[in-house]
C-alpha cells in the first residue's frame, strides 16, 4: 500500500479517462409545487427515449404539493451513470419561476449552458415576514437584467403573459418547452407531437402555438430582451418604534387584545393587566387600541423623517 | 441454486450494465419506469400472490404500482401499519404463496418486532421486505441505515442501483428468500425510488403455492424451539456468503489497480461517473459480506476506498476482516451522495487532482430565496394550530402534513418524535407535573390508527390530564391521499367498511369527545377551550376533509377590498400561500392581497379579519 508515490500518476489517469468518457446532455428543470416540473421533465424524457437515447430522471417527491422548491434532472446520452448533474454541468436550466432559477444557477455551465426562466415570480409566505413599518419583502432577487449582464446567452421570458396572449395562461409551460427547443438537438415535429399527445385535447392548437411563439422568441429575442417585472422599490417614510400607552386602570384584563395581536407581543400580568412583553414586535398596528371596549391602550407612532 | 439458472433475470440484470444503453429493439419490452414501479413489476414478475405496505416517501408507489396489476395475479393492500403489512405478508408466506411488504426506513422500526423472529422461522413462500431509505432526509424525520438493521435481523440485504437493478433484484430476492430459507430485504433509497430510467421487463413466472406446512418446531417460536432454530440463522449466513462468492450480483470491474473502489446502490453511479477509470468491485448485497470475492478483490488493488451512503457498514465490515481501507474519511457519514460530492472526496483522498471544493459556495452573488413547503391554502389543520397557539398550549405533534405547523407563522408544535408518539408523550409531560401550560396532543387520522390507540389507551387506564386533537382529514395526506381503514375505501379504490373514530375513542373509556368543523374558526375554538378545561381525557376531532385529496377542492376566491385593509397582518399569521403582500401600504405596513388561482374560499381570513375587508369575487356577468 505505498500511496502516496502513486496518487499523481492514478489521477491524471482518471482525468484522462473522465475527459474520455461519453458525455451526457443535462437539462435541470426546477419550479415551485404544482407548477408542472415533472409533467415538463417527463416530455423531454419521453424525447429521449423516442429517440433511442439513455434517459435517467430524477425527482424527489412527498414535499411537492406544499409549494416547496421541485426540481428534476434530465439527463441522457449514449450512456448515463449518475441520476443527478453534477454542479456545474447543467447544459440548460429551465426555470418555471424566477427565483428558483436562481437558487440553482450554480448547476448551469458556466461556459456552455443556457439559463432559460420564467419571469414570473411566486412569493412565498416566508418572503413577508418583515412586517415593521418601511420593511421590505424577502423575494428581492436581481433582476433579469443584472443576471444577463453576467450570462449573456440568458432567455428570460414573461411565458405566463405570452400564453394568455395565445388566450390560455395555462399553455405557459409549452411556452418554455418551445424556448427550450432551441437549446437541444431534437426535430420540431417531435416535440410537437409528444406536446399534443401530454395535453387535453380541446388545448391542442393553444399548446401547439404557443411551443411555436416560445420557439420563436427564443431564435429572435426581442432587442430589449427584458420582461423586468420586478417592481421598483419604494422606499417609506421610517418610523420611530411604536409606543403603547396602557392605562391600567381602565384595563379589566378581558384578554381581547392578547388574542388579537398578530405579533403576540401582548400578555396579562399576575395582576390580570395587559402588558407588553416584546416592545421590539410591536408594529403598531392598533388592533389593540382598536379593539379594546375599554379604550384602555392607546398607541402613538412618530414619523422621524421621510426618505426618498 | 436450480432457481436461480432457471431464471432469466439475472441474465437481463448484467447483459444490459455491459453493453451500456439499452436498445429498444422491441419497444414494448422497454418502458421507461421509476425504481418503485420497477420494483413493483419486479414483484409481479417474479409471482408474488400478496403485497403489503402503509404508505411512506419513498416507498409509497410500490404498493400504488403493484395495485395497477391485476386483482386475480395478487392481492396488493393498505394495513394500517408497517407491523401489521408485515405479518400480513409473513402470513401469506406460511400459506405457501410468495409475499411483498414495502416500507420506509423508518417503517422498519414498526415492523423490525416481527422481523427479529421471523428471521429465526425463514419462509415458506419467498417474503421480501422492500425498504427505502432517506438519505439527506427530504421527507424523514431521521437518516437511519436500513442495512444495521439488515445485520442486526441476519437478512440478506440486496443493494440495487438503478430502476433495471431494482426490477431485477426484487425478483432474484424472492428466489433467493427460497432457496435460503430467510426473509430478504431489498434495499432502495430516495434517489433510486424516484428516478426514472429505461428498463427491460419480462413476463410473470407463476410459482406453484405450496400450501401450509405443518412443522411446528420451525414455525412457533417458543424457547424450546428458538434455540434449535437460532444455529439454523448462523448456518445461513455461512451458505449465503458461499453463494455470493460465485453470484453475479458481485460484480468486479476491472480497471486501474492502484485504487479499488468498493461501491453499492446509487453511490455506484457517482463512482462510474467520476472515476471511470478505476477498479470498481460493486456489491449488490451489502449483508452478509461477500468475503471471499472482497478479500480477492482488496489483494489484487494498492489501496482500498469504500464509498458508501450513510453509515461506514461496509467500511467497519472490511476492518473487522483486517483489510486496511478508507471511506469516511473523504466521504460524509451525513445527507445524500452526488457526483460532486463523491468527486470531492476522490480529490481530498488524493486520487483525482484539483483542490477540495466549497460545496456550499454561492455564486453569482445569489442568496437563494427561503422557500419551505408550507400547509395548502385551505388546509383545516391551519386553524388547529392557530387555536393551539390562542390557547398557549404545550402541543405534542406527530407525524402528517400538520407537522408544517411547527414553524412561523403558527409555531404551535413544541416536540414530534414518530409515528403515533403525540399522546404517549403528552401522558409523560402531564406525568412529569412540570407542565404550567395546557397539555396537548396533535394526531391525524392515519397516524392514530397507525399507532394512536394504545397510548390513547394508556392515557385513559392512567388517568392522565390531557387533550387529544383527531385531525381527521380522511385520507393519508402527507403521502399523495392514500387509503386507510378510516376512509373506508381499499387500495384498489373498493368501498369497504369504515372506522368510526367517534364510537372507537369511546370504547377506550373517553368521556369526552367533540367533533367539530375546523373552518368555524369560533366553534373550534371553542370547543378546543372545553376541552382543556374538562379533567382528565378529552378528545376534539376535527372532522374537515384534506383540500387536495380524495377531491381537489376548489370554491370561489376572496379577495381583499383594499380601502378597508389596514395591513395589521392578522391574516399573514394564518400561513396561508394565498395571501401575500400587494403593492400598496397602510402605515408603512404592506396590506394584503390574493392570490385568486390558489385561494380555494375556506373564509379563515375572513373569519380573523378584523377590519372586515376580505370578501367573496364578484362574478363577473356572463353576456
Known sequence: ?308 | MAQLDNSSSVAVAFETESDGPIAPEAPANVLALMGNDAIARGAWEAGVRVAAAYPGTPSTEILEAVATYPAEDIQAQWSPNEKVACDVAIGASFGGVRALVAMKHVGLNVASDSLMSQTYIGVNGGLVLVVCDDPGMHSSQNEQDTRLLGRFAQVPVLEPADAQEALDFTRIAFDLSEQFDSPVIVRSTTRLSHCRSLVRIGERREVPPRGFCEDPVKNVMIPGHARQRHPVVLARDGAVQKYLATSDLIRWERGETSVGVITLGPAYTYVKEVLPGASVLKLGVSYPLAEKVVREFCDAVERVIVVEELEPFIEHELHALGIEAQGKAFFPRIGEFSPEIVRNGFRQAGVLPGSVENLADAELGIEPLARPPVLCAGCPHITTYMAMRALDARVSGDIGCYTLAAVEPLKAIDTCVAMGSSIGVAVGLAKAGTETKPIVATIGDSTFLHSGIPPLMDAVYNQADITVLLLDNQTIAMTGGQNHPGTGITLRGEPTYRVDFEELIRSLGVQSIKAVDSYNVGAFYQACRDAIEYRGVSVVISNRPCVLDPVKIKGPSLQVEAAGCTACQACMNLGCPALTWGEQRYEGRYKVTVDEALCMGCTLCVQVCPSDCIRPVVAQAHQ
Open chain 1, 1 to 308: 500500500m505505498s500511496r502516496s508515490s502513486h496518487s499523481t500518476a492514478v489521477a491524471e489517469h482518471h482525468d484522462n479517462a473522465l475527459r474520455d468518457s461519453a458525455v451526457a446532455t443535462n437539462v435541470l428543470v426546477v419550479g415551485v409545487g404544482g407548477q408542472g416540473v415533472i409533467m415538463v421533465s417527463k416530455v423531454i424524457a419521453l424525447l429521449c427515449q423516442q429517440h433511442q437515447l439513455q434517459v435517467k430522471q430524477s425527482e424527489v417527491h412527498g414535499m411537492a404539493k406544499r409549494g416547496g422548491v421541485v426540481f428534476s434532472h434530465v439527463r441522457f446520452g449514449e450512456q448515463v451513470y449518475s441520476p443527478t448533474i453534477p454542479t456545474g454541468e447543467a447544459d440548460v436550466i429551465l426555470a418555471l419561476e424566477w427565483a428558483e432559477g436562481l437558487r440553482w444557477l450554480r448547476y448551469l455551465n458556466p461556459h456552455t449552458g443556457t439559463f432559460i426562466a420564467d419571469t414570473q415570480q411566486i412569493v412565498p409566505p416566508f418572503a413577508c415576514c418583515n412586517r415593521q413599518p418601511g420593511g421590505l419583502s424577502g423575494y428581492d432577487q436581481l433582476t433579469a437584467n443584472e443576471i444577463r449582464s453576467q450570462l449573456p446567452g440568458t432567455l428570460a421570458l414573461d411565458a405566463g403573459g405570452i400564453a394568455a396572449e395565445l388566450g390560455n395562461s395555462k399553455a405557459a409551460n409549452t411556452v418554455l418547452l418551445g424556448a427550450l427547443s432551441t437549446a437541444l438537438e431534437f426535430p420540431v415535429e417531435d416535440w410537437q407531437s409528444l406536446i399534443a399527445a401530454a395535453v387535453p385535447p380541446q388545448t391542442v392548437e393553444v399548446n401547439r402555438r404557443a411551443f411555436t411563439t416560445g420557439r420563436e422568441w427564443a431564435l429572435n429575442p426581442p432587442a430589449s430582451n427584458a420582461a423586468e417585472s420586478v417592481t421598483p422599490v419604494v422606499l417609506e417614510p421610517v418610523r420611530a418604534p411604536a409606543e403603547l400607552e396602557i392605562t391600567e386602570a381602565w384595563c379589566k384584563g378581558c384578554d381581547i387584545c392578547v388574542k388579537v395581536c398578530p405579533e403576540r407581543c401582548l400578555l396579562l400580568n399576575e395582576r390580570e393587566v395587559v402588558e407588553i412583553s416584546d416592545p421590539a414586535a410591536c408594529t403598531g398596528c392598533r388592533l389593540c387600541e382598536w379593539l379594546c371596549p375599554d379604550f384602555a391602550i392607546r398607541i402613538h407612532i412618530q414619523t422621524v423623517e421621510a426618505q426618498v
